[in-house]
Protein backbone atom coordinates (compact mmCIF):
# COMPACT_ATOMS: atom_id res chain seq x y z
CA UNK A 1 0.00 0.00 0.00
CA UNK A 2 1.32 3.49 -0.78
CA UNK A 3 0.67 6.13 1.46
CA UNK A 4 -2.68 7.55 0.36
CA UNK A 5 -3.83 4.00 -0.06
CA UNK A 6 -2.60 3.99 3.73
CA UNK A 7 -4.57 6.73 4.59
CA UNK A 8 -7.94 5.50 3.45
CA UNK A 9 -7.85 2.52 4.81
CA UNK A 10 -6.76 3.73 8.35
CA UNK A 11 -10.42 6.48 7.77
CA UNK A 12 -12.16 3.30 6.82
CA UNK A 13 -11.25 1.59 10.08
CA UNK A 14 -11.90 4.45 12.19
CA UNK A 15 -15.35 4.79 10.30
CA UNK A 16 -16.27 1.35 10.98
CA UNK A 17 -15.17 2.30 14.94
CA UNK A 18 -17.19 5.13 14.40
CA UNK A 19 -20.22 3.31 13.38
CA UNK A 20 -20.11 1.89 16.98
CA UNK A 21 -20.93 4.63 19.70
CA UNK A 22 -21.55 2.25 22.47
CA UNK A 23 -19.61 1.22 25.51
CA UNK A 24 -18.35 -1.95 23.90
CA UNK A 25 -15.44 -2.08 21.70
CA UNK A 26 -14.82 -4.00 18.04
CA UNK A 27 -11.67 -6.90 17.84
CA UNK A 28 -9.99 -7.05 14.69
CA UNK A 29 -12.18 -9.52 13.62
CA UNK A 30 -15.36 -7.58 13.63
CA UNK A 31 -13.89 -4.81 11.94
CA UNK A 32 -11.72 -6.73 9.07
CA UNK A 33 -15.47 -8.56 7.80
CA UNK A 34 -17.40 -5.05 8.71
CA UNK A 35 -14.97 -3.09 6.57
CA UNK A 36 -16.29 -4.99 3.27
CA UNK A 37 -19.05 -2.16 3.87
CA UNK A 38 -16.46 0.33 3.26
CA UNK A 39 -15.29 -0.96 0.26
CA UNK A 40 -12.64 -3.43 1.08
CA UNK A 41 -13.39 -6.58 0.72
CA UNK A 42 -10.35 -8.75 1.48
CA UNK A 43 -8.73 -7.30 4.23
CA UNK A 44 -5.80 -9.35 6.19
CA UNK A 45 -6.46 -9.80 10.37
CA UNK A 46 -3.15 -8.38 11.02
CA UNK A 47 -3.36 -5.43 8.74
CA UNK A 48 -6.40 -4.33 10.41
CA UNK A 49 -4.73 -4.47 13.94
CA UNK A 50 -1.45 -2.38 12.49
CA UNK A 51 -3.98 -0.01 11.38
CA UNK A 52 -5.61 0.03 14.85
CA UNK A 53 -1.91 0.21 16.60
CA UNK A 54 -1.21 3.46 13.97
CA UNK A 55 -4.94 5.50 14.98
CA UNK A 56 -4.57 4.25 18.85
CA UNK A 57 -0.55 5.97 18.71
CA UNK A 58 -2.74 9.13 17.39
CA UNK A 59 -4.71 8.78 20.10
CA UNK A 60 -8.06 8.49 17.67
CA UNK A 61 -9.09 5.25 19.10
CA UNK A 62 -8.15 3.35 22.63
CA UNK A 63 -8.57 -0.26 23.76
CA UNK A 64 -11.74 -0.89 25.65
CA UNK A 65 -9.75 -3.14 27.67
CA UNK A 66 -6.44 -4.44 28.74
CA UNK A 67 -5.75 -7.73 27.58
CA UNK A 68 -3.05 -10.41 27.69
CA UNK A 69 -4.19 -12.21 24.89
CA UNK A 70 -3.66 -10.72 21.80
CA UNK A 71 -6.69 -11.67 19.88
CA UNK A 72 -8.98 -10.39 22.90
CA UNK A 73 -8.15 -7.00 22.45
CA UNK A 74 -10.90 -4.86 21.47
CA UNK A 75 -11.10 -0.79 20.21
CA UNK A 76 -13.57 2.13 20.36
CA UNK A 77 -13.58 5.40 18.75
CA UNK A 78 -12.65 8.44 21.19
CA UNK A 79 -13.66 11.96 21.36
CA UNK A 80 -10.38 12.84 19.05
CA UNK A 81 -11.40 10.72 16.75
CA UNK A 82 -15.05 11.68 16.42
CA UNK A 83 -13.34 15.23 16.05
CA UNK A 84 -10.77 13.96 13.35
CA UNK A 85 -13.60 13.02 11.24
CA UNK A 86 -15.55 15.67 11.38
CA UNK A 87 -12.71 17.94 10.29
CA UNK B 1 -6.53 -6.47 -0.34
CA UNK B 2 -8.77 -4.70 -2.36
CA UNK B 3 -9.26 -1.52 -3.79
CA UNK B 4 -11.80 0.47 -2.10
CA UNK B 5 -15.04 0.30 -4.36
CA UNK B 6 -17.05 2.99 -2.86
CA UNK B 7 -14.03 6.53 -2.12
CA UNK B 8 -17.14 8.39 -1.26
CA UNK B 9 -18.08 6.78 1.70
CA UNK B 10 -14.68 7.59 3.11
CA UNK B 11 -13.77 10.95 1.82
CA UNK B 12 -15.74 13.37 4.51
CA UNK B 13 -18.21 13.13 7.61
CA UNK B 14 -21.30 14.30 5.61
CA UNK B 15 -22.66 10.93 5.00
CA UNK B 16 -26.47 10.49 3.50
CA UNK B 17 -28.49 10.38 6.53
CA UNK B 18 -26.15 11.89 9.05
CA UNK B 19 -27.95 14.30 10.24
CA UNK B 20 -31.10 12.52 10.90
CA UNK B 21 -29.27 10.11 12.83
CA UNK B 22 -27.90 12.94 14.53
CA UNK B 23 -31.18 14.53 15.37
CA UNK B 24 -32.32 10.92 16.37
CA UNK B 25 -29.55 10.84 18.60
CA UNK B 26 -30.46 13.89 20.52
CA UNK B 27 -33.70 13.06 21.88
CA UNK B 28 -33.28 8.75 23.04
CA UNK B 29 -32.09 6.16 22.14
CA UNK B 30 -34.86 3.65 22.09
CA UNK B 31 -36.45 6.43 19.27
CA UNK B 32 -33.85 5.94 17.61
CA UNK B 33 -33.76 1.89 17.61
CA UNK B 34 -37.50 1.76 17.49
CA UNK B 35 -37.68 4.09 14.04
CA UNK B 36 -34.65 1.99 12.32
CA UNK B 37 -36.12 -1.34 13.62
CA UNK B 38 -39.04 -0.58 11.72
CA UNK B 39 -37.72 1.46 9.06
CA UNK B 40 -34.98 -0.72 7.96
CA UNK B 41 -37.05 -3.51 8.32
CA UNK B 42 -39.84 -2.86 5.48
CA UNK B 43 -41.97 -1.89 8.25
CA UNK B 44 -42.73 1.84 7.59
CA UNK B 45 -43.03 3.51 3.88
CA UNK B 46 -41.03 6.95 3.28
CA UNK B 47 -44.32 8.77 3.70
CA UNK B 48 -44.98 7.04 7.05
CA UNK B 49 -41.73 7.89 8.48
CA UNK B 50 -42.22 10.98 7.51
CA UNK B 51 -44.79 11.67 9.36
CA UNK B 52 -43.47 9.39 12.10
CA UNK B 53 -40.79 11.71 12.88
CA UNK B 54 -42.51 14.47 12.35
CA UNK B 55 -44.61 13.36 15.42
CA UNK B 56 -41.30 13.80 17.43
CA UNK B 57 -40.45 17.08 15.61
CA UNK B 58 -38.00 16.34 13.33
CA UNK B 59 -38.99 17.57 9.79
CA UNK B 60 -36.97 15.54 6.72
CA UNK B 61 -36.95 16.06 3.33
CA UNK B 62 -37.83 12.36 1.17
CA UNK B 63 -34.34 12.56 -0.51
CA UNK B 64 -32.59 12.71 2.94
CA UNK B 65 -34.74 9.92 4.37
CA UNK B 66 -33.74 7.53 1.34
CA UNK B 67 -30.19 8.56 1.97
CA UNK B 68 -30.83 6.97 5.71
CA UNK B 69 -32.44 4.27 4.03
CA UNK B 70 -29.85 3.53 1.86
CA UNK B 71 -26.71 4.25 4.24
CA UNK B 72 -24.72 1.15 5.34
CA UNK B 73 -22.96 3.31 7.95
CA UNK B 74 -26.48 4.45 9.20
CA UNK B 75 -27.31 0.72 9.39
CA UNK B 76 -24.11 -0.19 11.08
CA UNK B 77 -24.86 2.24 14.06
CA UNK B 78 -28.55 0.84 13.97
CA UNK B 79 -26.74 -2.54 14.09
CA UNK B 80 -24.36 -1.59 17.36
CA UNK B 81 -27.09 -0.45 19.38
CA UNK B 82 -28.86 -3.32 18.81
CA UNK B 83 -26.18 -5.67 19.73
CA UNK B 84 -24.90 -3.38 22.76
CA UNK B 85 -29.01 -3.54 24.25
CA UNK B 86 -28.63 -7.14 23.24
CA UNK B 87 -25.17 -7.75 25.59
CA UNK B 88 -26.57 -5.45 28.10
CA UNK B 89 -29.72 -7.96 28.90
CA UNK B 90 -27.94 -10.90 28.58
CA UNK B 91 -25.48 -9.76 31.22
CA UNK B 92 -27.47 -8.59 33.83
CA UNK B 93 -29.02 -12.41 33.58
CA UNK B 94 -25.86 -13.92 34.48
CA UNK B 95 -25.39 -15.62 37.77
CA UNK B 96 -24.82 -13.24 40.52
CA UNK B 97 -21.46 -14.85 41.68
CA UNK B 98 -19.53 -14.39 38.47
CA UNK B 99 -17.11 -11.53 39.56
CA UNK B 100 -17.39 -8.41 37.08
CA UNK B 101 -14.65 -8.45 35.27
CA UNK B 102 -15.50 -12.03 33.69
CA UNK B 103 -18.93 -10.47 33.04
CA UNK B 104 -17.54 -7.54 31.22
CA UNK B 105 -15.66 -9.88 28.71
CA UNK B 106 -18.50 -12.05 28.38
CA UNK B 107 -20.37 -9.29 27.87
CA UNK B 108 -18.01 -7.24 25.49
CA UNK B 109 -17.49 -10.81 23.26
CA UNK B 110 -21.92 -11.03 23.19
CA UNK B 111 -21.68 -7.38 21.68
CA UNK B 112 -19.11 -8.04 18.95
CA UNK B 113 -20.60 -11.49 18.08
CA UNK B 114 -24.41 -10.05 17.79
CA UNK B 115 -22.84 -6.86 15.97
CA UNK B 116 -21.48 -9.37 13.10
CA UNK B 117 -24.95 -10.91 13.05
CA UNK B 118 -26.63 -7.95 12.93
CA UNK B 119 -24.70 -5.73 10.93
CA UNK B 120 -24.50 -8.95 7.97
CA UNK B 121 -28.13 -8.91 8.12
CA UNK B 122 -28.38 -5.40 7.35
CA UNK B 123 -25.25 -5.37 4.67
CA UNK B 124 -27.23 -8.35 3.03
CA UNK B 125 -30.74 -6.27 2.59
CA UNK B 126 -28.59 -3.87 1.01
CA UNK B 127 -27.10 -6.19 -1.19
CA UNK B 128 -30.33 -7.28 -2.45
CA UNK B 129 -32.44 -3.73 -3.17
CA UNK B 130 -29.09 -3.41 -5.06
CA UNK B 131 -29.30 -7.07 -7.02
CA UNK B 132 -33.30 -6.13 -7.54
CA UNK B 133 -32.44 -2.18 -8.74
CA UNK B 134 -29.75 -4.18 -11.11
CA UNK B 135 -31.74 -7.00 -12.34
CA UNK B 136 -28.65 -9.05 -10.88
CA UNK B 137 -30.22 -11.49 -8.88
CA UNK B 138 -27.69 -14.83 -9.45
CA UNK B 139 -24.57 -12.66 -7.91
CA UNK B 140 -26.47 -11.77 -4.55
CA UNK B 141 -26.49 -15.60 -3.91
CA UNK B 142 -22.97 -15.39 -4.04
CA UNK B 143 -22.63 -12.71 -2.19
CA UNK B 144 -24.57 -14.03 0.21
CA UNK B 145 -22.71 -17.38 0.58
CA UNK B 146 -19.36 -15.04 1.33
CA UNK B 147 -20.97 -13.36 3.72
CA UNK B 148 -22.09 -16.32 5.46
CA UNK B 149 -18.91 -18.16 5.43
CA UNK B 150 -17.16 -15.00 6.86
CA UNK B 151 -19.46 -14.69 9.60
CA UNK B 152 -19.34 -18.05 10.00
CA UNK B 153 -15.66 -18.33 10.69
CA UNK B 154 -15.87 -15.30 13.37
CA UNK B 155 -18.60 -17.19 15.14
CA UNK B 156 -16.49 -20.25 15.50
CA UNK B 157 -13.45 -18.10 16.59
CA UNK B 158 -15.41 -16.72 19.20
CA UNK B 159 -16.77 -19.47 20.43
CA UNK B 160 -13.33 -20.85 21.36
CA UNK B 161 -12.89 -17.59 23.48
CA UNK B 162 -16.25 -18.03 25.03
CA UNK B 163 -15.01 -21.13 25.93
CA UNK B 164 -12.26 -19.96 27.82
CA UNK B 165 -14.67 -17.93 29.78
CA UNK B 166 -16.69 -20.10 30.74
CA UNK B 167 -13.52 -22.14 31.94
CA UNK B 168 -13.07 -19.27 34.00
CA UNK B 169 -16.81 -18.54 35.24
CA UNK B 170 -17.09 -22.65 35.97
CA UNK B 171 -13.90 -22.63 38.01
CA UNK B 172 -15.34 -19.50 39.77
CA UNK B 173 -18.85 -21.38 40.85
CA UNK B 174 -17.21 -24.25 41.21
CA UNK B 175 -19.22 -27.44 40.37
CA UNK B 176 -22.25 -26.99 38.08
CA UNK B 177 -24.59 -28.90 36.83
CA UNK B 178 -24.66 -27.40 33.19
CA UNK B 179 -22.22 -28.95 30.98
CA UNK B 180 -20.06 -26.64 29.15
CA UNK B 181 -21.79 -27.19 25.78
CA UNK B 182 -25.65 -26.17 27.80
CA UNK B 183 -23.48 -23.22 29.25
CA UNK B 184 -22.51 -22.10 25.64
CA UNK B 185 -25.68 -23.01 24.47
CA UNK B 186 -27.35 -20.65 26.96
CA UNK B 187 -25.29 -18.11 26.55
CA UNK B 188 -25.62 -17.87 22.71
CA UNK B 189 -29.42 -18.28 23.08
CA UNK B 190 -28.79 -15.27 25.30
CA UNK B 191 -26.82 -13.00 23.26
CA UNK B 192 -29.54 -13.78 20.10
CA UNK B 193 -32.58 -14.16 22.03
CA UNK B 194 -33.74 -10.27 20.15
CA UNK B 195 -32.73 -11.54 17.16
CA UNK B 196 -34.05 -15.19 17.49
CA UNK B 197 -37.68 -13.33 19.02
CA UNK B 198 -37.22 -10.88 15.75
CA UNK B 199 -37.23 -13.78 13.37
CA UNK B 200 -40.21 -15.68 15.26
CA UNK B 201 -42.19 -12.95 14.97
CA UNK B 202 -42.40 -12.78 11.12
CA UNK B 203 -41.27 -9.30 10.99
CA UNK B 204 -37.71 -10.02 9.79
CA UNK B 205 -37.64 -9.62 6.04
CA UNK B 206 -34.54 -11.50 5.04
CA UNK B 207 -33.43 -11.26 1.37
CA UNK B 208 -33.89 -14.58 -0.24
CA UNK B 209 -32.14 -15.33 -3.68
Known amino acids: MNAMQKEVFRRAVLSVLDANRTRFGLGVNAIALTLSAYGFAKTADDEVADALDYIAAKNLCEEVTKTISKENRAWRITSAGIAFLDQ | MSTPNRPDVLVGRKLPGHSLWEQLQSRAQPLALEFCSAF ?4 MSYAQAKKWLEGYGIKISKTALQGFYNSMDMRLRFASLQAAQSAETAKAELPADIEQATKDRIAQTMFEMSFLNLGENQKLQLIAL ?14 KAKLDLDLQKF ?30 AALRSAAFKDVTALKASGKLQIPKA
Open chain 2, 40 to 43: FNNE
Open chain 2, 130 to 143: QQNKEGMQGNFVLK
Open chain 2, 155 to 184: LVESDAYFSRLLDKAKELLGDNKLSQADRI
